[in-house]
Every structure is written in structure tokens, then in C-alpha cells.
């Protein structure tokens, strides 16, 4: 997925800019597509995540599904028309070596994988893209950041 450029700059401060960015982003995913997910909590990572994956049963006529946070569970998953969705949620783990249990990046070019706090993360896959979820103007405003 490269359709950003480097430092690429997208106002997100209200919910329908969050959903018109995933909406604009859903049609040109693929298989093999990796995004990291930055960003505090409570900035809009996992709504984006939600935005994106029911835009993507809409446009496959497909039941809209409850998008949730997998925080507690690691990782939900999601089909859409024989797509894999993974959506990850790192936060809870303590080191590196948990990772190696959850082989993320096994068959990665069967699935698009949307990952939080990949921080953890030592060894990356060549193609990723980032997504910087931040604040500005004392939490008034928030935006997302690109970079392949």
C-alpha cells in the first residue's frame, strides 16, 4: 500500500474526517499489506481500524461486523470476501520474545495486517506503512502522519 507520500499530513479531528480517510484508504488495500498503527491511547487507532473494515463489508455487501479493540485478546480477525483482516494489539506485551508465540508476520502475503503499538516489533518486514496517530494544539486537534 503506497499510495502516501513521505510525511504526508491528515487533519482527522473529528470522526467523519477518521472514516473519509479510511474510506478513501479501504478500496486500494491488498493482500500483503502491512500498517503500524502509532500513536497514545484514546487517538483514534482502533476506530480507524473499525472505519476501514466496515467500509470494506460495505463495499462487499457483507454484514457489518462489531469492530473491537483486541487488547485482551492479541489479535481479532476478519474475512471479508476470503480477504484476511488481523488486526493486532501489541500493548500488553512485555518483550519481544512473546511475539515469536503469535508468528504475525508468517503468511503475511495472505492477509493485510493492521498492527497497534508495534513498538515491540524487533525484526520488520520490508513494506511497511506507518501511521502516526497524534495531537495537536493541547488534544484539540488530531491528525495522522505517513510514512512508507
Not at 495537536?136 to 502522519?145: A, G, H, L, S, V
Request: net charge neutral; glycine share 4%; charged share 30%.
Amino acid at each position: 500500500m503506497h499510495t502516501a507520500t513521505k510525511g504526508s499530513k491528515v487533519d482527522i479531528s473529528s470522526e467523519k474526517k477518521l472514516g473519509e480517510f479510511a474510506n478513501n484508504l479501504s478500496p486500494k488495500l491488498k493482500q500483503g499489506d502491512i500498517f503500524f498503527l502509532y500513536g497514545e491511547m484514546g487517538v483514534g487507532k482502533t476506530t480507524f481500524v473499525k472505519f476501514l473494515i466496515n467500509n470494506m463489508q460495505l463495499r462487499s455487501k457483507i454484514k457489518i461486523t462489531e469492530i473491537t479493540s483486541p487488547t485482551f485478546n492479541i489479535m481479532n480477525e476478519y474475512d471479508i470476501n476470503g480477504l484476511s483482516i488481523k488486526h493486532y494489539d501489541l500493548y500488553r506485551l512485555k518483550s519481544a520474545d512473546e511475539l515469536e508465540d503469535l508468528n504475525i508476520f508468517d503468511e503475511n502475503d495472505k492477509a493485510i495486517l493492521l498492527i497497534e503499538w508495534p513498538q515491540i516489533i524487533r525484526k520488520e518486514p520490508n513494506l511497511v506503512t506507518r501511521l502516526y496517530f497524534e495531537y495537536e494544539n493541547e488534544y484539540q486537534n488530531r491528525f495522522i502522519k505517513i510514512s512508507n
